[in-house]
């Protein structure tokens, strides 16, 4: 046999990886379970108990990052049927939604339409739609190369009774199927048949707030890291309390940022000045903005126009990070030449909060902010602490890593169940209300430095979501190898089906 002299990046996606096998929610070999434990509440009606109802029922969205020109080749793999709405479709630069249910009407994004009011997700008539208690073919992948990904966002709706949730999963197979020759000179003569492929691949699992497919940690967007411009008013009306609030409030909320985050002070009156310039010291921002003395009148476009500058064209400015002004003034401004100020910074991909200070123009501002949302009011500068904490909230809360590692560690967390918790903003773990929503995502991504030692490789593995009462349920611990520690019912393994004890 002759030499394959291809090195790992001049491999073909056939002698890199013959196949991901069923990588995530799948029926051939994988199944995405959901469960109602049992009865959440009972009541009399006349002399009958009649139990109460806890459902769980799912939906998903999957796509797959796999290179541009591959349609074919991915619809060739399974993703294809006889209505067109459910083939595989290229979103571009070399990504393709694989799968997703239910499939919303056109024109409307599926993270929409599972967060909005309009579909009974719980309603009987629903199930022929969603995923409920069903294998779903998330990942059937037989063609992967290094610096593929995937990610798929569960979206779940409790239904009726508040419940704890749980996530579950396994790795099903993690196969050698094999040694190519280049396979060997990378790792030796295999004895045991296990394949490298799940310690090679890196998983991330979050809270997926905005249901979005897209792990966002900072809160502001689809980038990771922030760049946030404080803009404030130092007009000669400033002078006094309103300036020392500031101060106070606008400096604690830099004292929030961390590292890779970085922030600017910017301040206006007539004209506009950059007093720091982006950067992640933090003492140099606040101090800057100790600093500030006031005077002059209130030119609100400038300080835009100054900020927009440093966001976009800064010494440090990090193209693509997500890009925020939080602009505050007590003051009345050019209205035209502020709002067109704003129009092209929000147009520019700036998102704008606004705090109205005082007597400030509460309606150029709200004009002036992304959103009526994003339009702060403080009536007395001693509202300013709680505004820029309210801001800072949205703006830094971002989303909640529940596991990331390599395929086999988080697998590993995951074989006795993740717990999930119901209010991330509360102390300890909370149960999730009834007639909820919650998404989680799951993404995949082989590396693209990997080497040869993965070729032929597979692997395949079940994920599992699981509700149980809270009521009478503290700090319910459930083990998932078959029973349920803290209940009467017997608890389901991870297989796909659905265990409902209570009538529904």
Request: some cysteine; hydrophobic content about 35%.
């Amino acid at each position: 046999m002759s030499k394959d002299t291809n090195d790992k990046i001049g491999l073909s996606r056939r002698k890199v990886l013959a196949g991901l096998g069923a990588v995530g929610v799948a029926s051939a070999g994988a199944g995405l379970g959901t469960t109602a434990y049992f009865n959440d509440t009972e009541s009399f009606d006349g002399n009958t108990l009649t139990a109460g109802e806890l459902d769980l029922k799912l939906d998903y969205k999957s796509t797959y990052f796999g290179g541009p020109g591959r349609l074919d080749d991915i619809r060739a793999m399974g993703y294809a049927g006889g209505d067109e709405e459910f083939l595989a479709q290229d979103l571009g630069d070399g990504q393709y939604l694989i799968g997703q249910a239910p499939s919303p009407a056109a024109l409307q994004e599926w993270e929409d339409f599972v967060q909005g009011e309009e579909f009974p997700f719980c309603s009987p008539e629903a199930d022929i739609h969603l995923v409920n208690g069903d294998g779903i073919p998330v990942f059937t992948l037989d063609d992967v190369k290094p610096g593929d990904s995937g990610e798929v966002t569960i979206s779940i709706h409790i239904c009726d009774n508040p419940a704890y949730l749980y996530l579950a999963g396994e790795l099903t197979e993690n196969l050698e199927n094999g040694q190519s020759e280049p396979e060997l000179d990378a790792e030796g003569e295999d004895t045991d048949g296990i394949g490298e492929l799940a310690d090679f691949i890196d998983v991330c699992v979050w809270y997926d707030e905005d249901c979005d497919n897209v792990y966002e940690p900072t809160g502001t967007g689809q980038q990771q890291e922030l760049e946030v411009a404080l803009v404030s008013d130092v007009s000669g009306s400033m002078g006094g309390a309103p300036l020392s609030a500031l101060k106070t409030a606008a400096t604690s909320f830099v004292g929030n940022l961390s590292s890779p985050d970085e922030a600017a002070a910017i301040s206006f009156n007539s004209g506009a000045s950059t007093d720091q310039e982006l950067t992640t010291n933090y003492q140099a921002v606040q101090n800057a903005i100790n600093n500030y003395t006031a005077g002059g009148g209130t030119s609100i476009a400038a300080g835009i126009i100054e900020g927009e500058d440093e966001l976009l064209n800064g010494t440090i400015a990090t193209p693509g990070a997500s890009k925020v002004m939080i602009l505050l003034s007590d003051g009345q401004s050019n209205e035209t030449a502020a709002t067109d100020a704003a129009t092209d910074a929000k147009n520019n991909g700036i998102r704008i909060f606004t705090i109205a200070l005082g007597n400030a123009d509460t309606g150029l501002l709200e004009s002036v902010a992304s959103s009526s949302d994003d339009a702060f009011v403080a009536p007395d500068p001693a509202d300013l602490d709680t505004v820029y904490a309210e801001i800072a909230q949205i703006v830094l809360a971002g989303e909640q890593k529940i596991l990331s590692g390599t395929m086999s560690e988080v697998f590993d967390a995951l074989a006795d169940g993740e717990a999930l918790d119901g209010n991330r903003q509360e102390e300890g773990r909370q149960p999730y209300p009834g007639a909820t929503t919650q998404c989680i995502g799951f993404e995949w991504t082989l590396p693209a430095d990997v080497g040869n030692e993965i070729q032929t490789d597979s692997v395949s593995f079940d994920l599992a979501v699981y509700a149980e009462q809270s009521r009478h349920n503290d700090d319910p611990q459930v083990a998932f190898n078959g029973t349920d520690v803290n209940s009467t019912s017997p608890g389901p393994a991870p297989n796909g089906t659905d265990n409902v004890s209570n009538p529904n």
